[in-house]
């Protein structure tokens, strides 16, 4: 059984995307605007279009992130000034992607180890741009099955899909298609696991395993999938480098041709962004917002990316062309989500106020770049805050 989703404002398969996030010169060596676009053939021609999905990190919601969504709402939780400085990076894609990694339920919030969000951050997620998310987690059943259900039914009262978890076997047994442009993306959810904590029902949480996210993949394209996108909750915390089992998976999904593109989180921290078998894996996001600090956690959390999946399509087919990605560094103590390149922009016109800042900025902007990686393949963006 299949779930459709269509992108508010989006146009057919035949008439060209003609949409651009333009900003100015790049922070460092390399970095650019992200841009997205549209190319029509002639008549006689084969028609190509070119779009752009985008895919972020974990939504880990500490006890200071949502006191300040608190504040933001003179008591009521309003999360979406966190999302402002992304939000053209995210409106601006044909299709956009996150990760609700901890529990929607109403009640006195909680943080780790067992997680409470409040569910107006899936307002928040709608209101950002976001069309879907994944859901399976190593947090995904700190509420148990009532914890599910109230996390899928606040995201499908803001409009946003989502894949990985499910109330029913008949809802897990569905495959979560959603169309990018004309492009149908099937969008595919696991996690390695739940912290140890059982699941309600063997079915309420999708669970890492190679034959099983491989059958998903091809009954996806069965069902008329142009792209298979796996979101996987993976790999070892606070690591840049992925686990032997993070390659292994990849190598062997990507190899066999099960799925087009992996995007990854868990870690908390970047990691690579690799081509494989002439496919993609993002091995890790790290964190989209959170409070982890150096005070609890190892590793520069404050930093993440937003990839920029660029993708060729056809009338016969579609695939991933290059992996671009947006810096990205949570401020404390508003706990916006900045994109590194465009803020460093603005922050050279501020007072020296700002330098403290800025100088924040450029040392996440060598961090992330250092590990993702830059190739001809994939290189920073700027974004535009």
Known sequence: MRVEHKRAGTVPFAVALALALVAAAAPAP??????????????????????TIVASGDLLVHQPVWARALANGDGRYDFRPMFRAIRP??????????HAETPLAPGAPSGYPLFRTPPALARAIAWAGWDACSTASNHSVDQGREGIRTTLRALARAGVRHTGTAR?????????????????????????????????????????D??????????????????????????AEYVHRPTAAQRDLANRLLRRRAVDLIVGQHAHVVQP?????????VYGEGNLLSAQTSACCPGPTQ???????????????ARVT?????????????????????????????????????AALRASWRRT?????????????????
């Open 30 to 51: 390399g970095g650019a605007a992200v841009a997205v676009s549209g190319t029509e053939s002639a008549p006689g021609e084969t028609a190509v279009r070119e779009l």
């Open 89 to 98: 990076v995210v409106r601006g894609a044909s299709l956009a992607l996150c």
């Open 168 to 208: 029913t076997r008949r809802e897990d047994e569905r495959i979560l298609f959603l169309d990018a442009d004309g492009v149908r993306v099937a969008f595919l959810s696991y996690t390695y696991g739940t912290n140890g904590l059982p699941l309600p029902r063997p079915w309420s949480v999708d669970v890492i």
């Open 210 to 235: 190679a034959r099983a996210i491989a059958r998903d993949g091809r009954r996806a394209r069965r069902r008329g999938a142009d792209l298979v996108v796996v979101n996987l909750h993976w790999g």
């Open 273 to 281: 962004i690799r081509r494989l078998h002439r496919r993609f894996v």
């Open 303 to 317: 930093d993440g990316l937003i990839a920029v999946i660029r993708v060729r399509a056809t009338e016969r087919r």
């Open 322 to 358: 290059r992996v671009d990605y947006v810096p990205i560094y949570v401020r404390r103590p508003d706990f916006v989500v900045l994109p590194v390149g465009s803020h460093l922009k603005r922050l050279r016109k501020a007072s020296a106020a700002a330098g403290a800042e800025a």
């Open 369 to 385: 770049v250092s590990v993702v990686g830059r190739s001809r393949r994939t290189r920073p963006l700027l974004g535009r805050g």
